[in-house]
């Protein structure tokens, strides 16, 4: 679980329009902790930035400090960190801390500087857990014409239980703007109907369903795999298999030979 349990603005100095500011928090002691981000706001919260980020200290010793080096202009600003841990998992951002500087203090001691109030935080909620990546998944040409045959070792979903996986697939190189979602609800997985003769890609990607949506782990690497396409079988090839089928009857009638023909008309293709 990341937290931010205590985020504190304190005024450094405030000179003219410019301010310098030091945020500070209690350090997370939990061990996988990488660093901590600490946004700004100058449109109460509509929009924000990045300030910047600092790593976790190590040992943990609190409070971990950040100085705003950004020009403050006048007027409201709001400040939040966001813990972020070794597997770039981030937490919801604290509650934002505002600060407002002052129109003008050209003139002003730095004792005159309205003070920065101490703002107690709940901890956030923890940064939600992300599917364990995919393994071995690869992609290999089906016993039919047009299909694929698709592998993989199914993850972890980040709680304990096997994720689901979406495959997709789209022309090379990686055309996913028409991609198609294919269906495997287990794996091995046959699935057919996939273009012939052009190379595809395939992908797929674990994922979790929880009441607040979808939550994905990463890409698999593509895999590119061109199916072999059937053989052209024309009109003159359905009437020499016709002929040769009606022939080995012990009488080949017109009827007979239509019917033969009928069935291989059938089978030619472009």
Known sequence: MLRV?????????????????????????EPDMKEYRVDYSTDAGKTWGVEGTIPHPKPCVSPVKMGVTRYLTPGEKLFRVVSIDLANNAAEPSQPVSYTVPASTSGQEEADVPPVPVVILPPPPPPVPKPEAIKKFAVKAGTAYGSAIISLVGPDDGTGRAASINVRTGPSPSGWGTSLNLTCPTFPCTVTGLPTGTPQDFQAIPFRVTDKGSVFGEFAPVVTLTLPAPPVYTLKDALAAASKACQALKTCTAKDLAKKLDAELKKVNP
């Not at 100095?13 to 030091?22: I, Q």
């Open 5 to 29: 349990l205590l985020l504190l603005l304190a005024v450094l100095a405030c000179t003219g329009e410019a301010s310098a500011l030091t945020i500070e928090w209690i350090c997370n002691p």
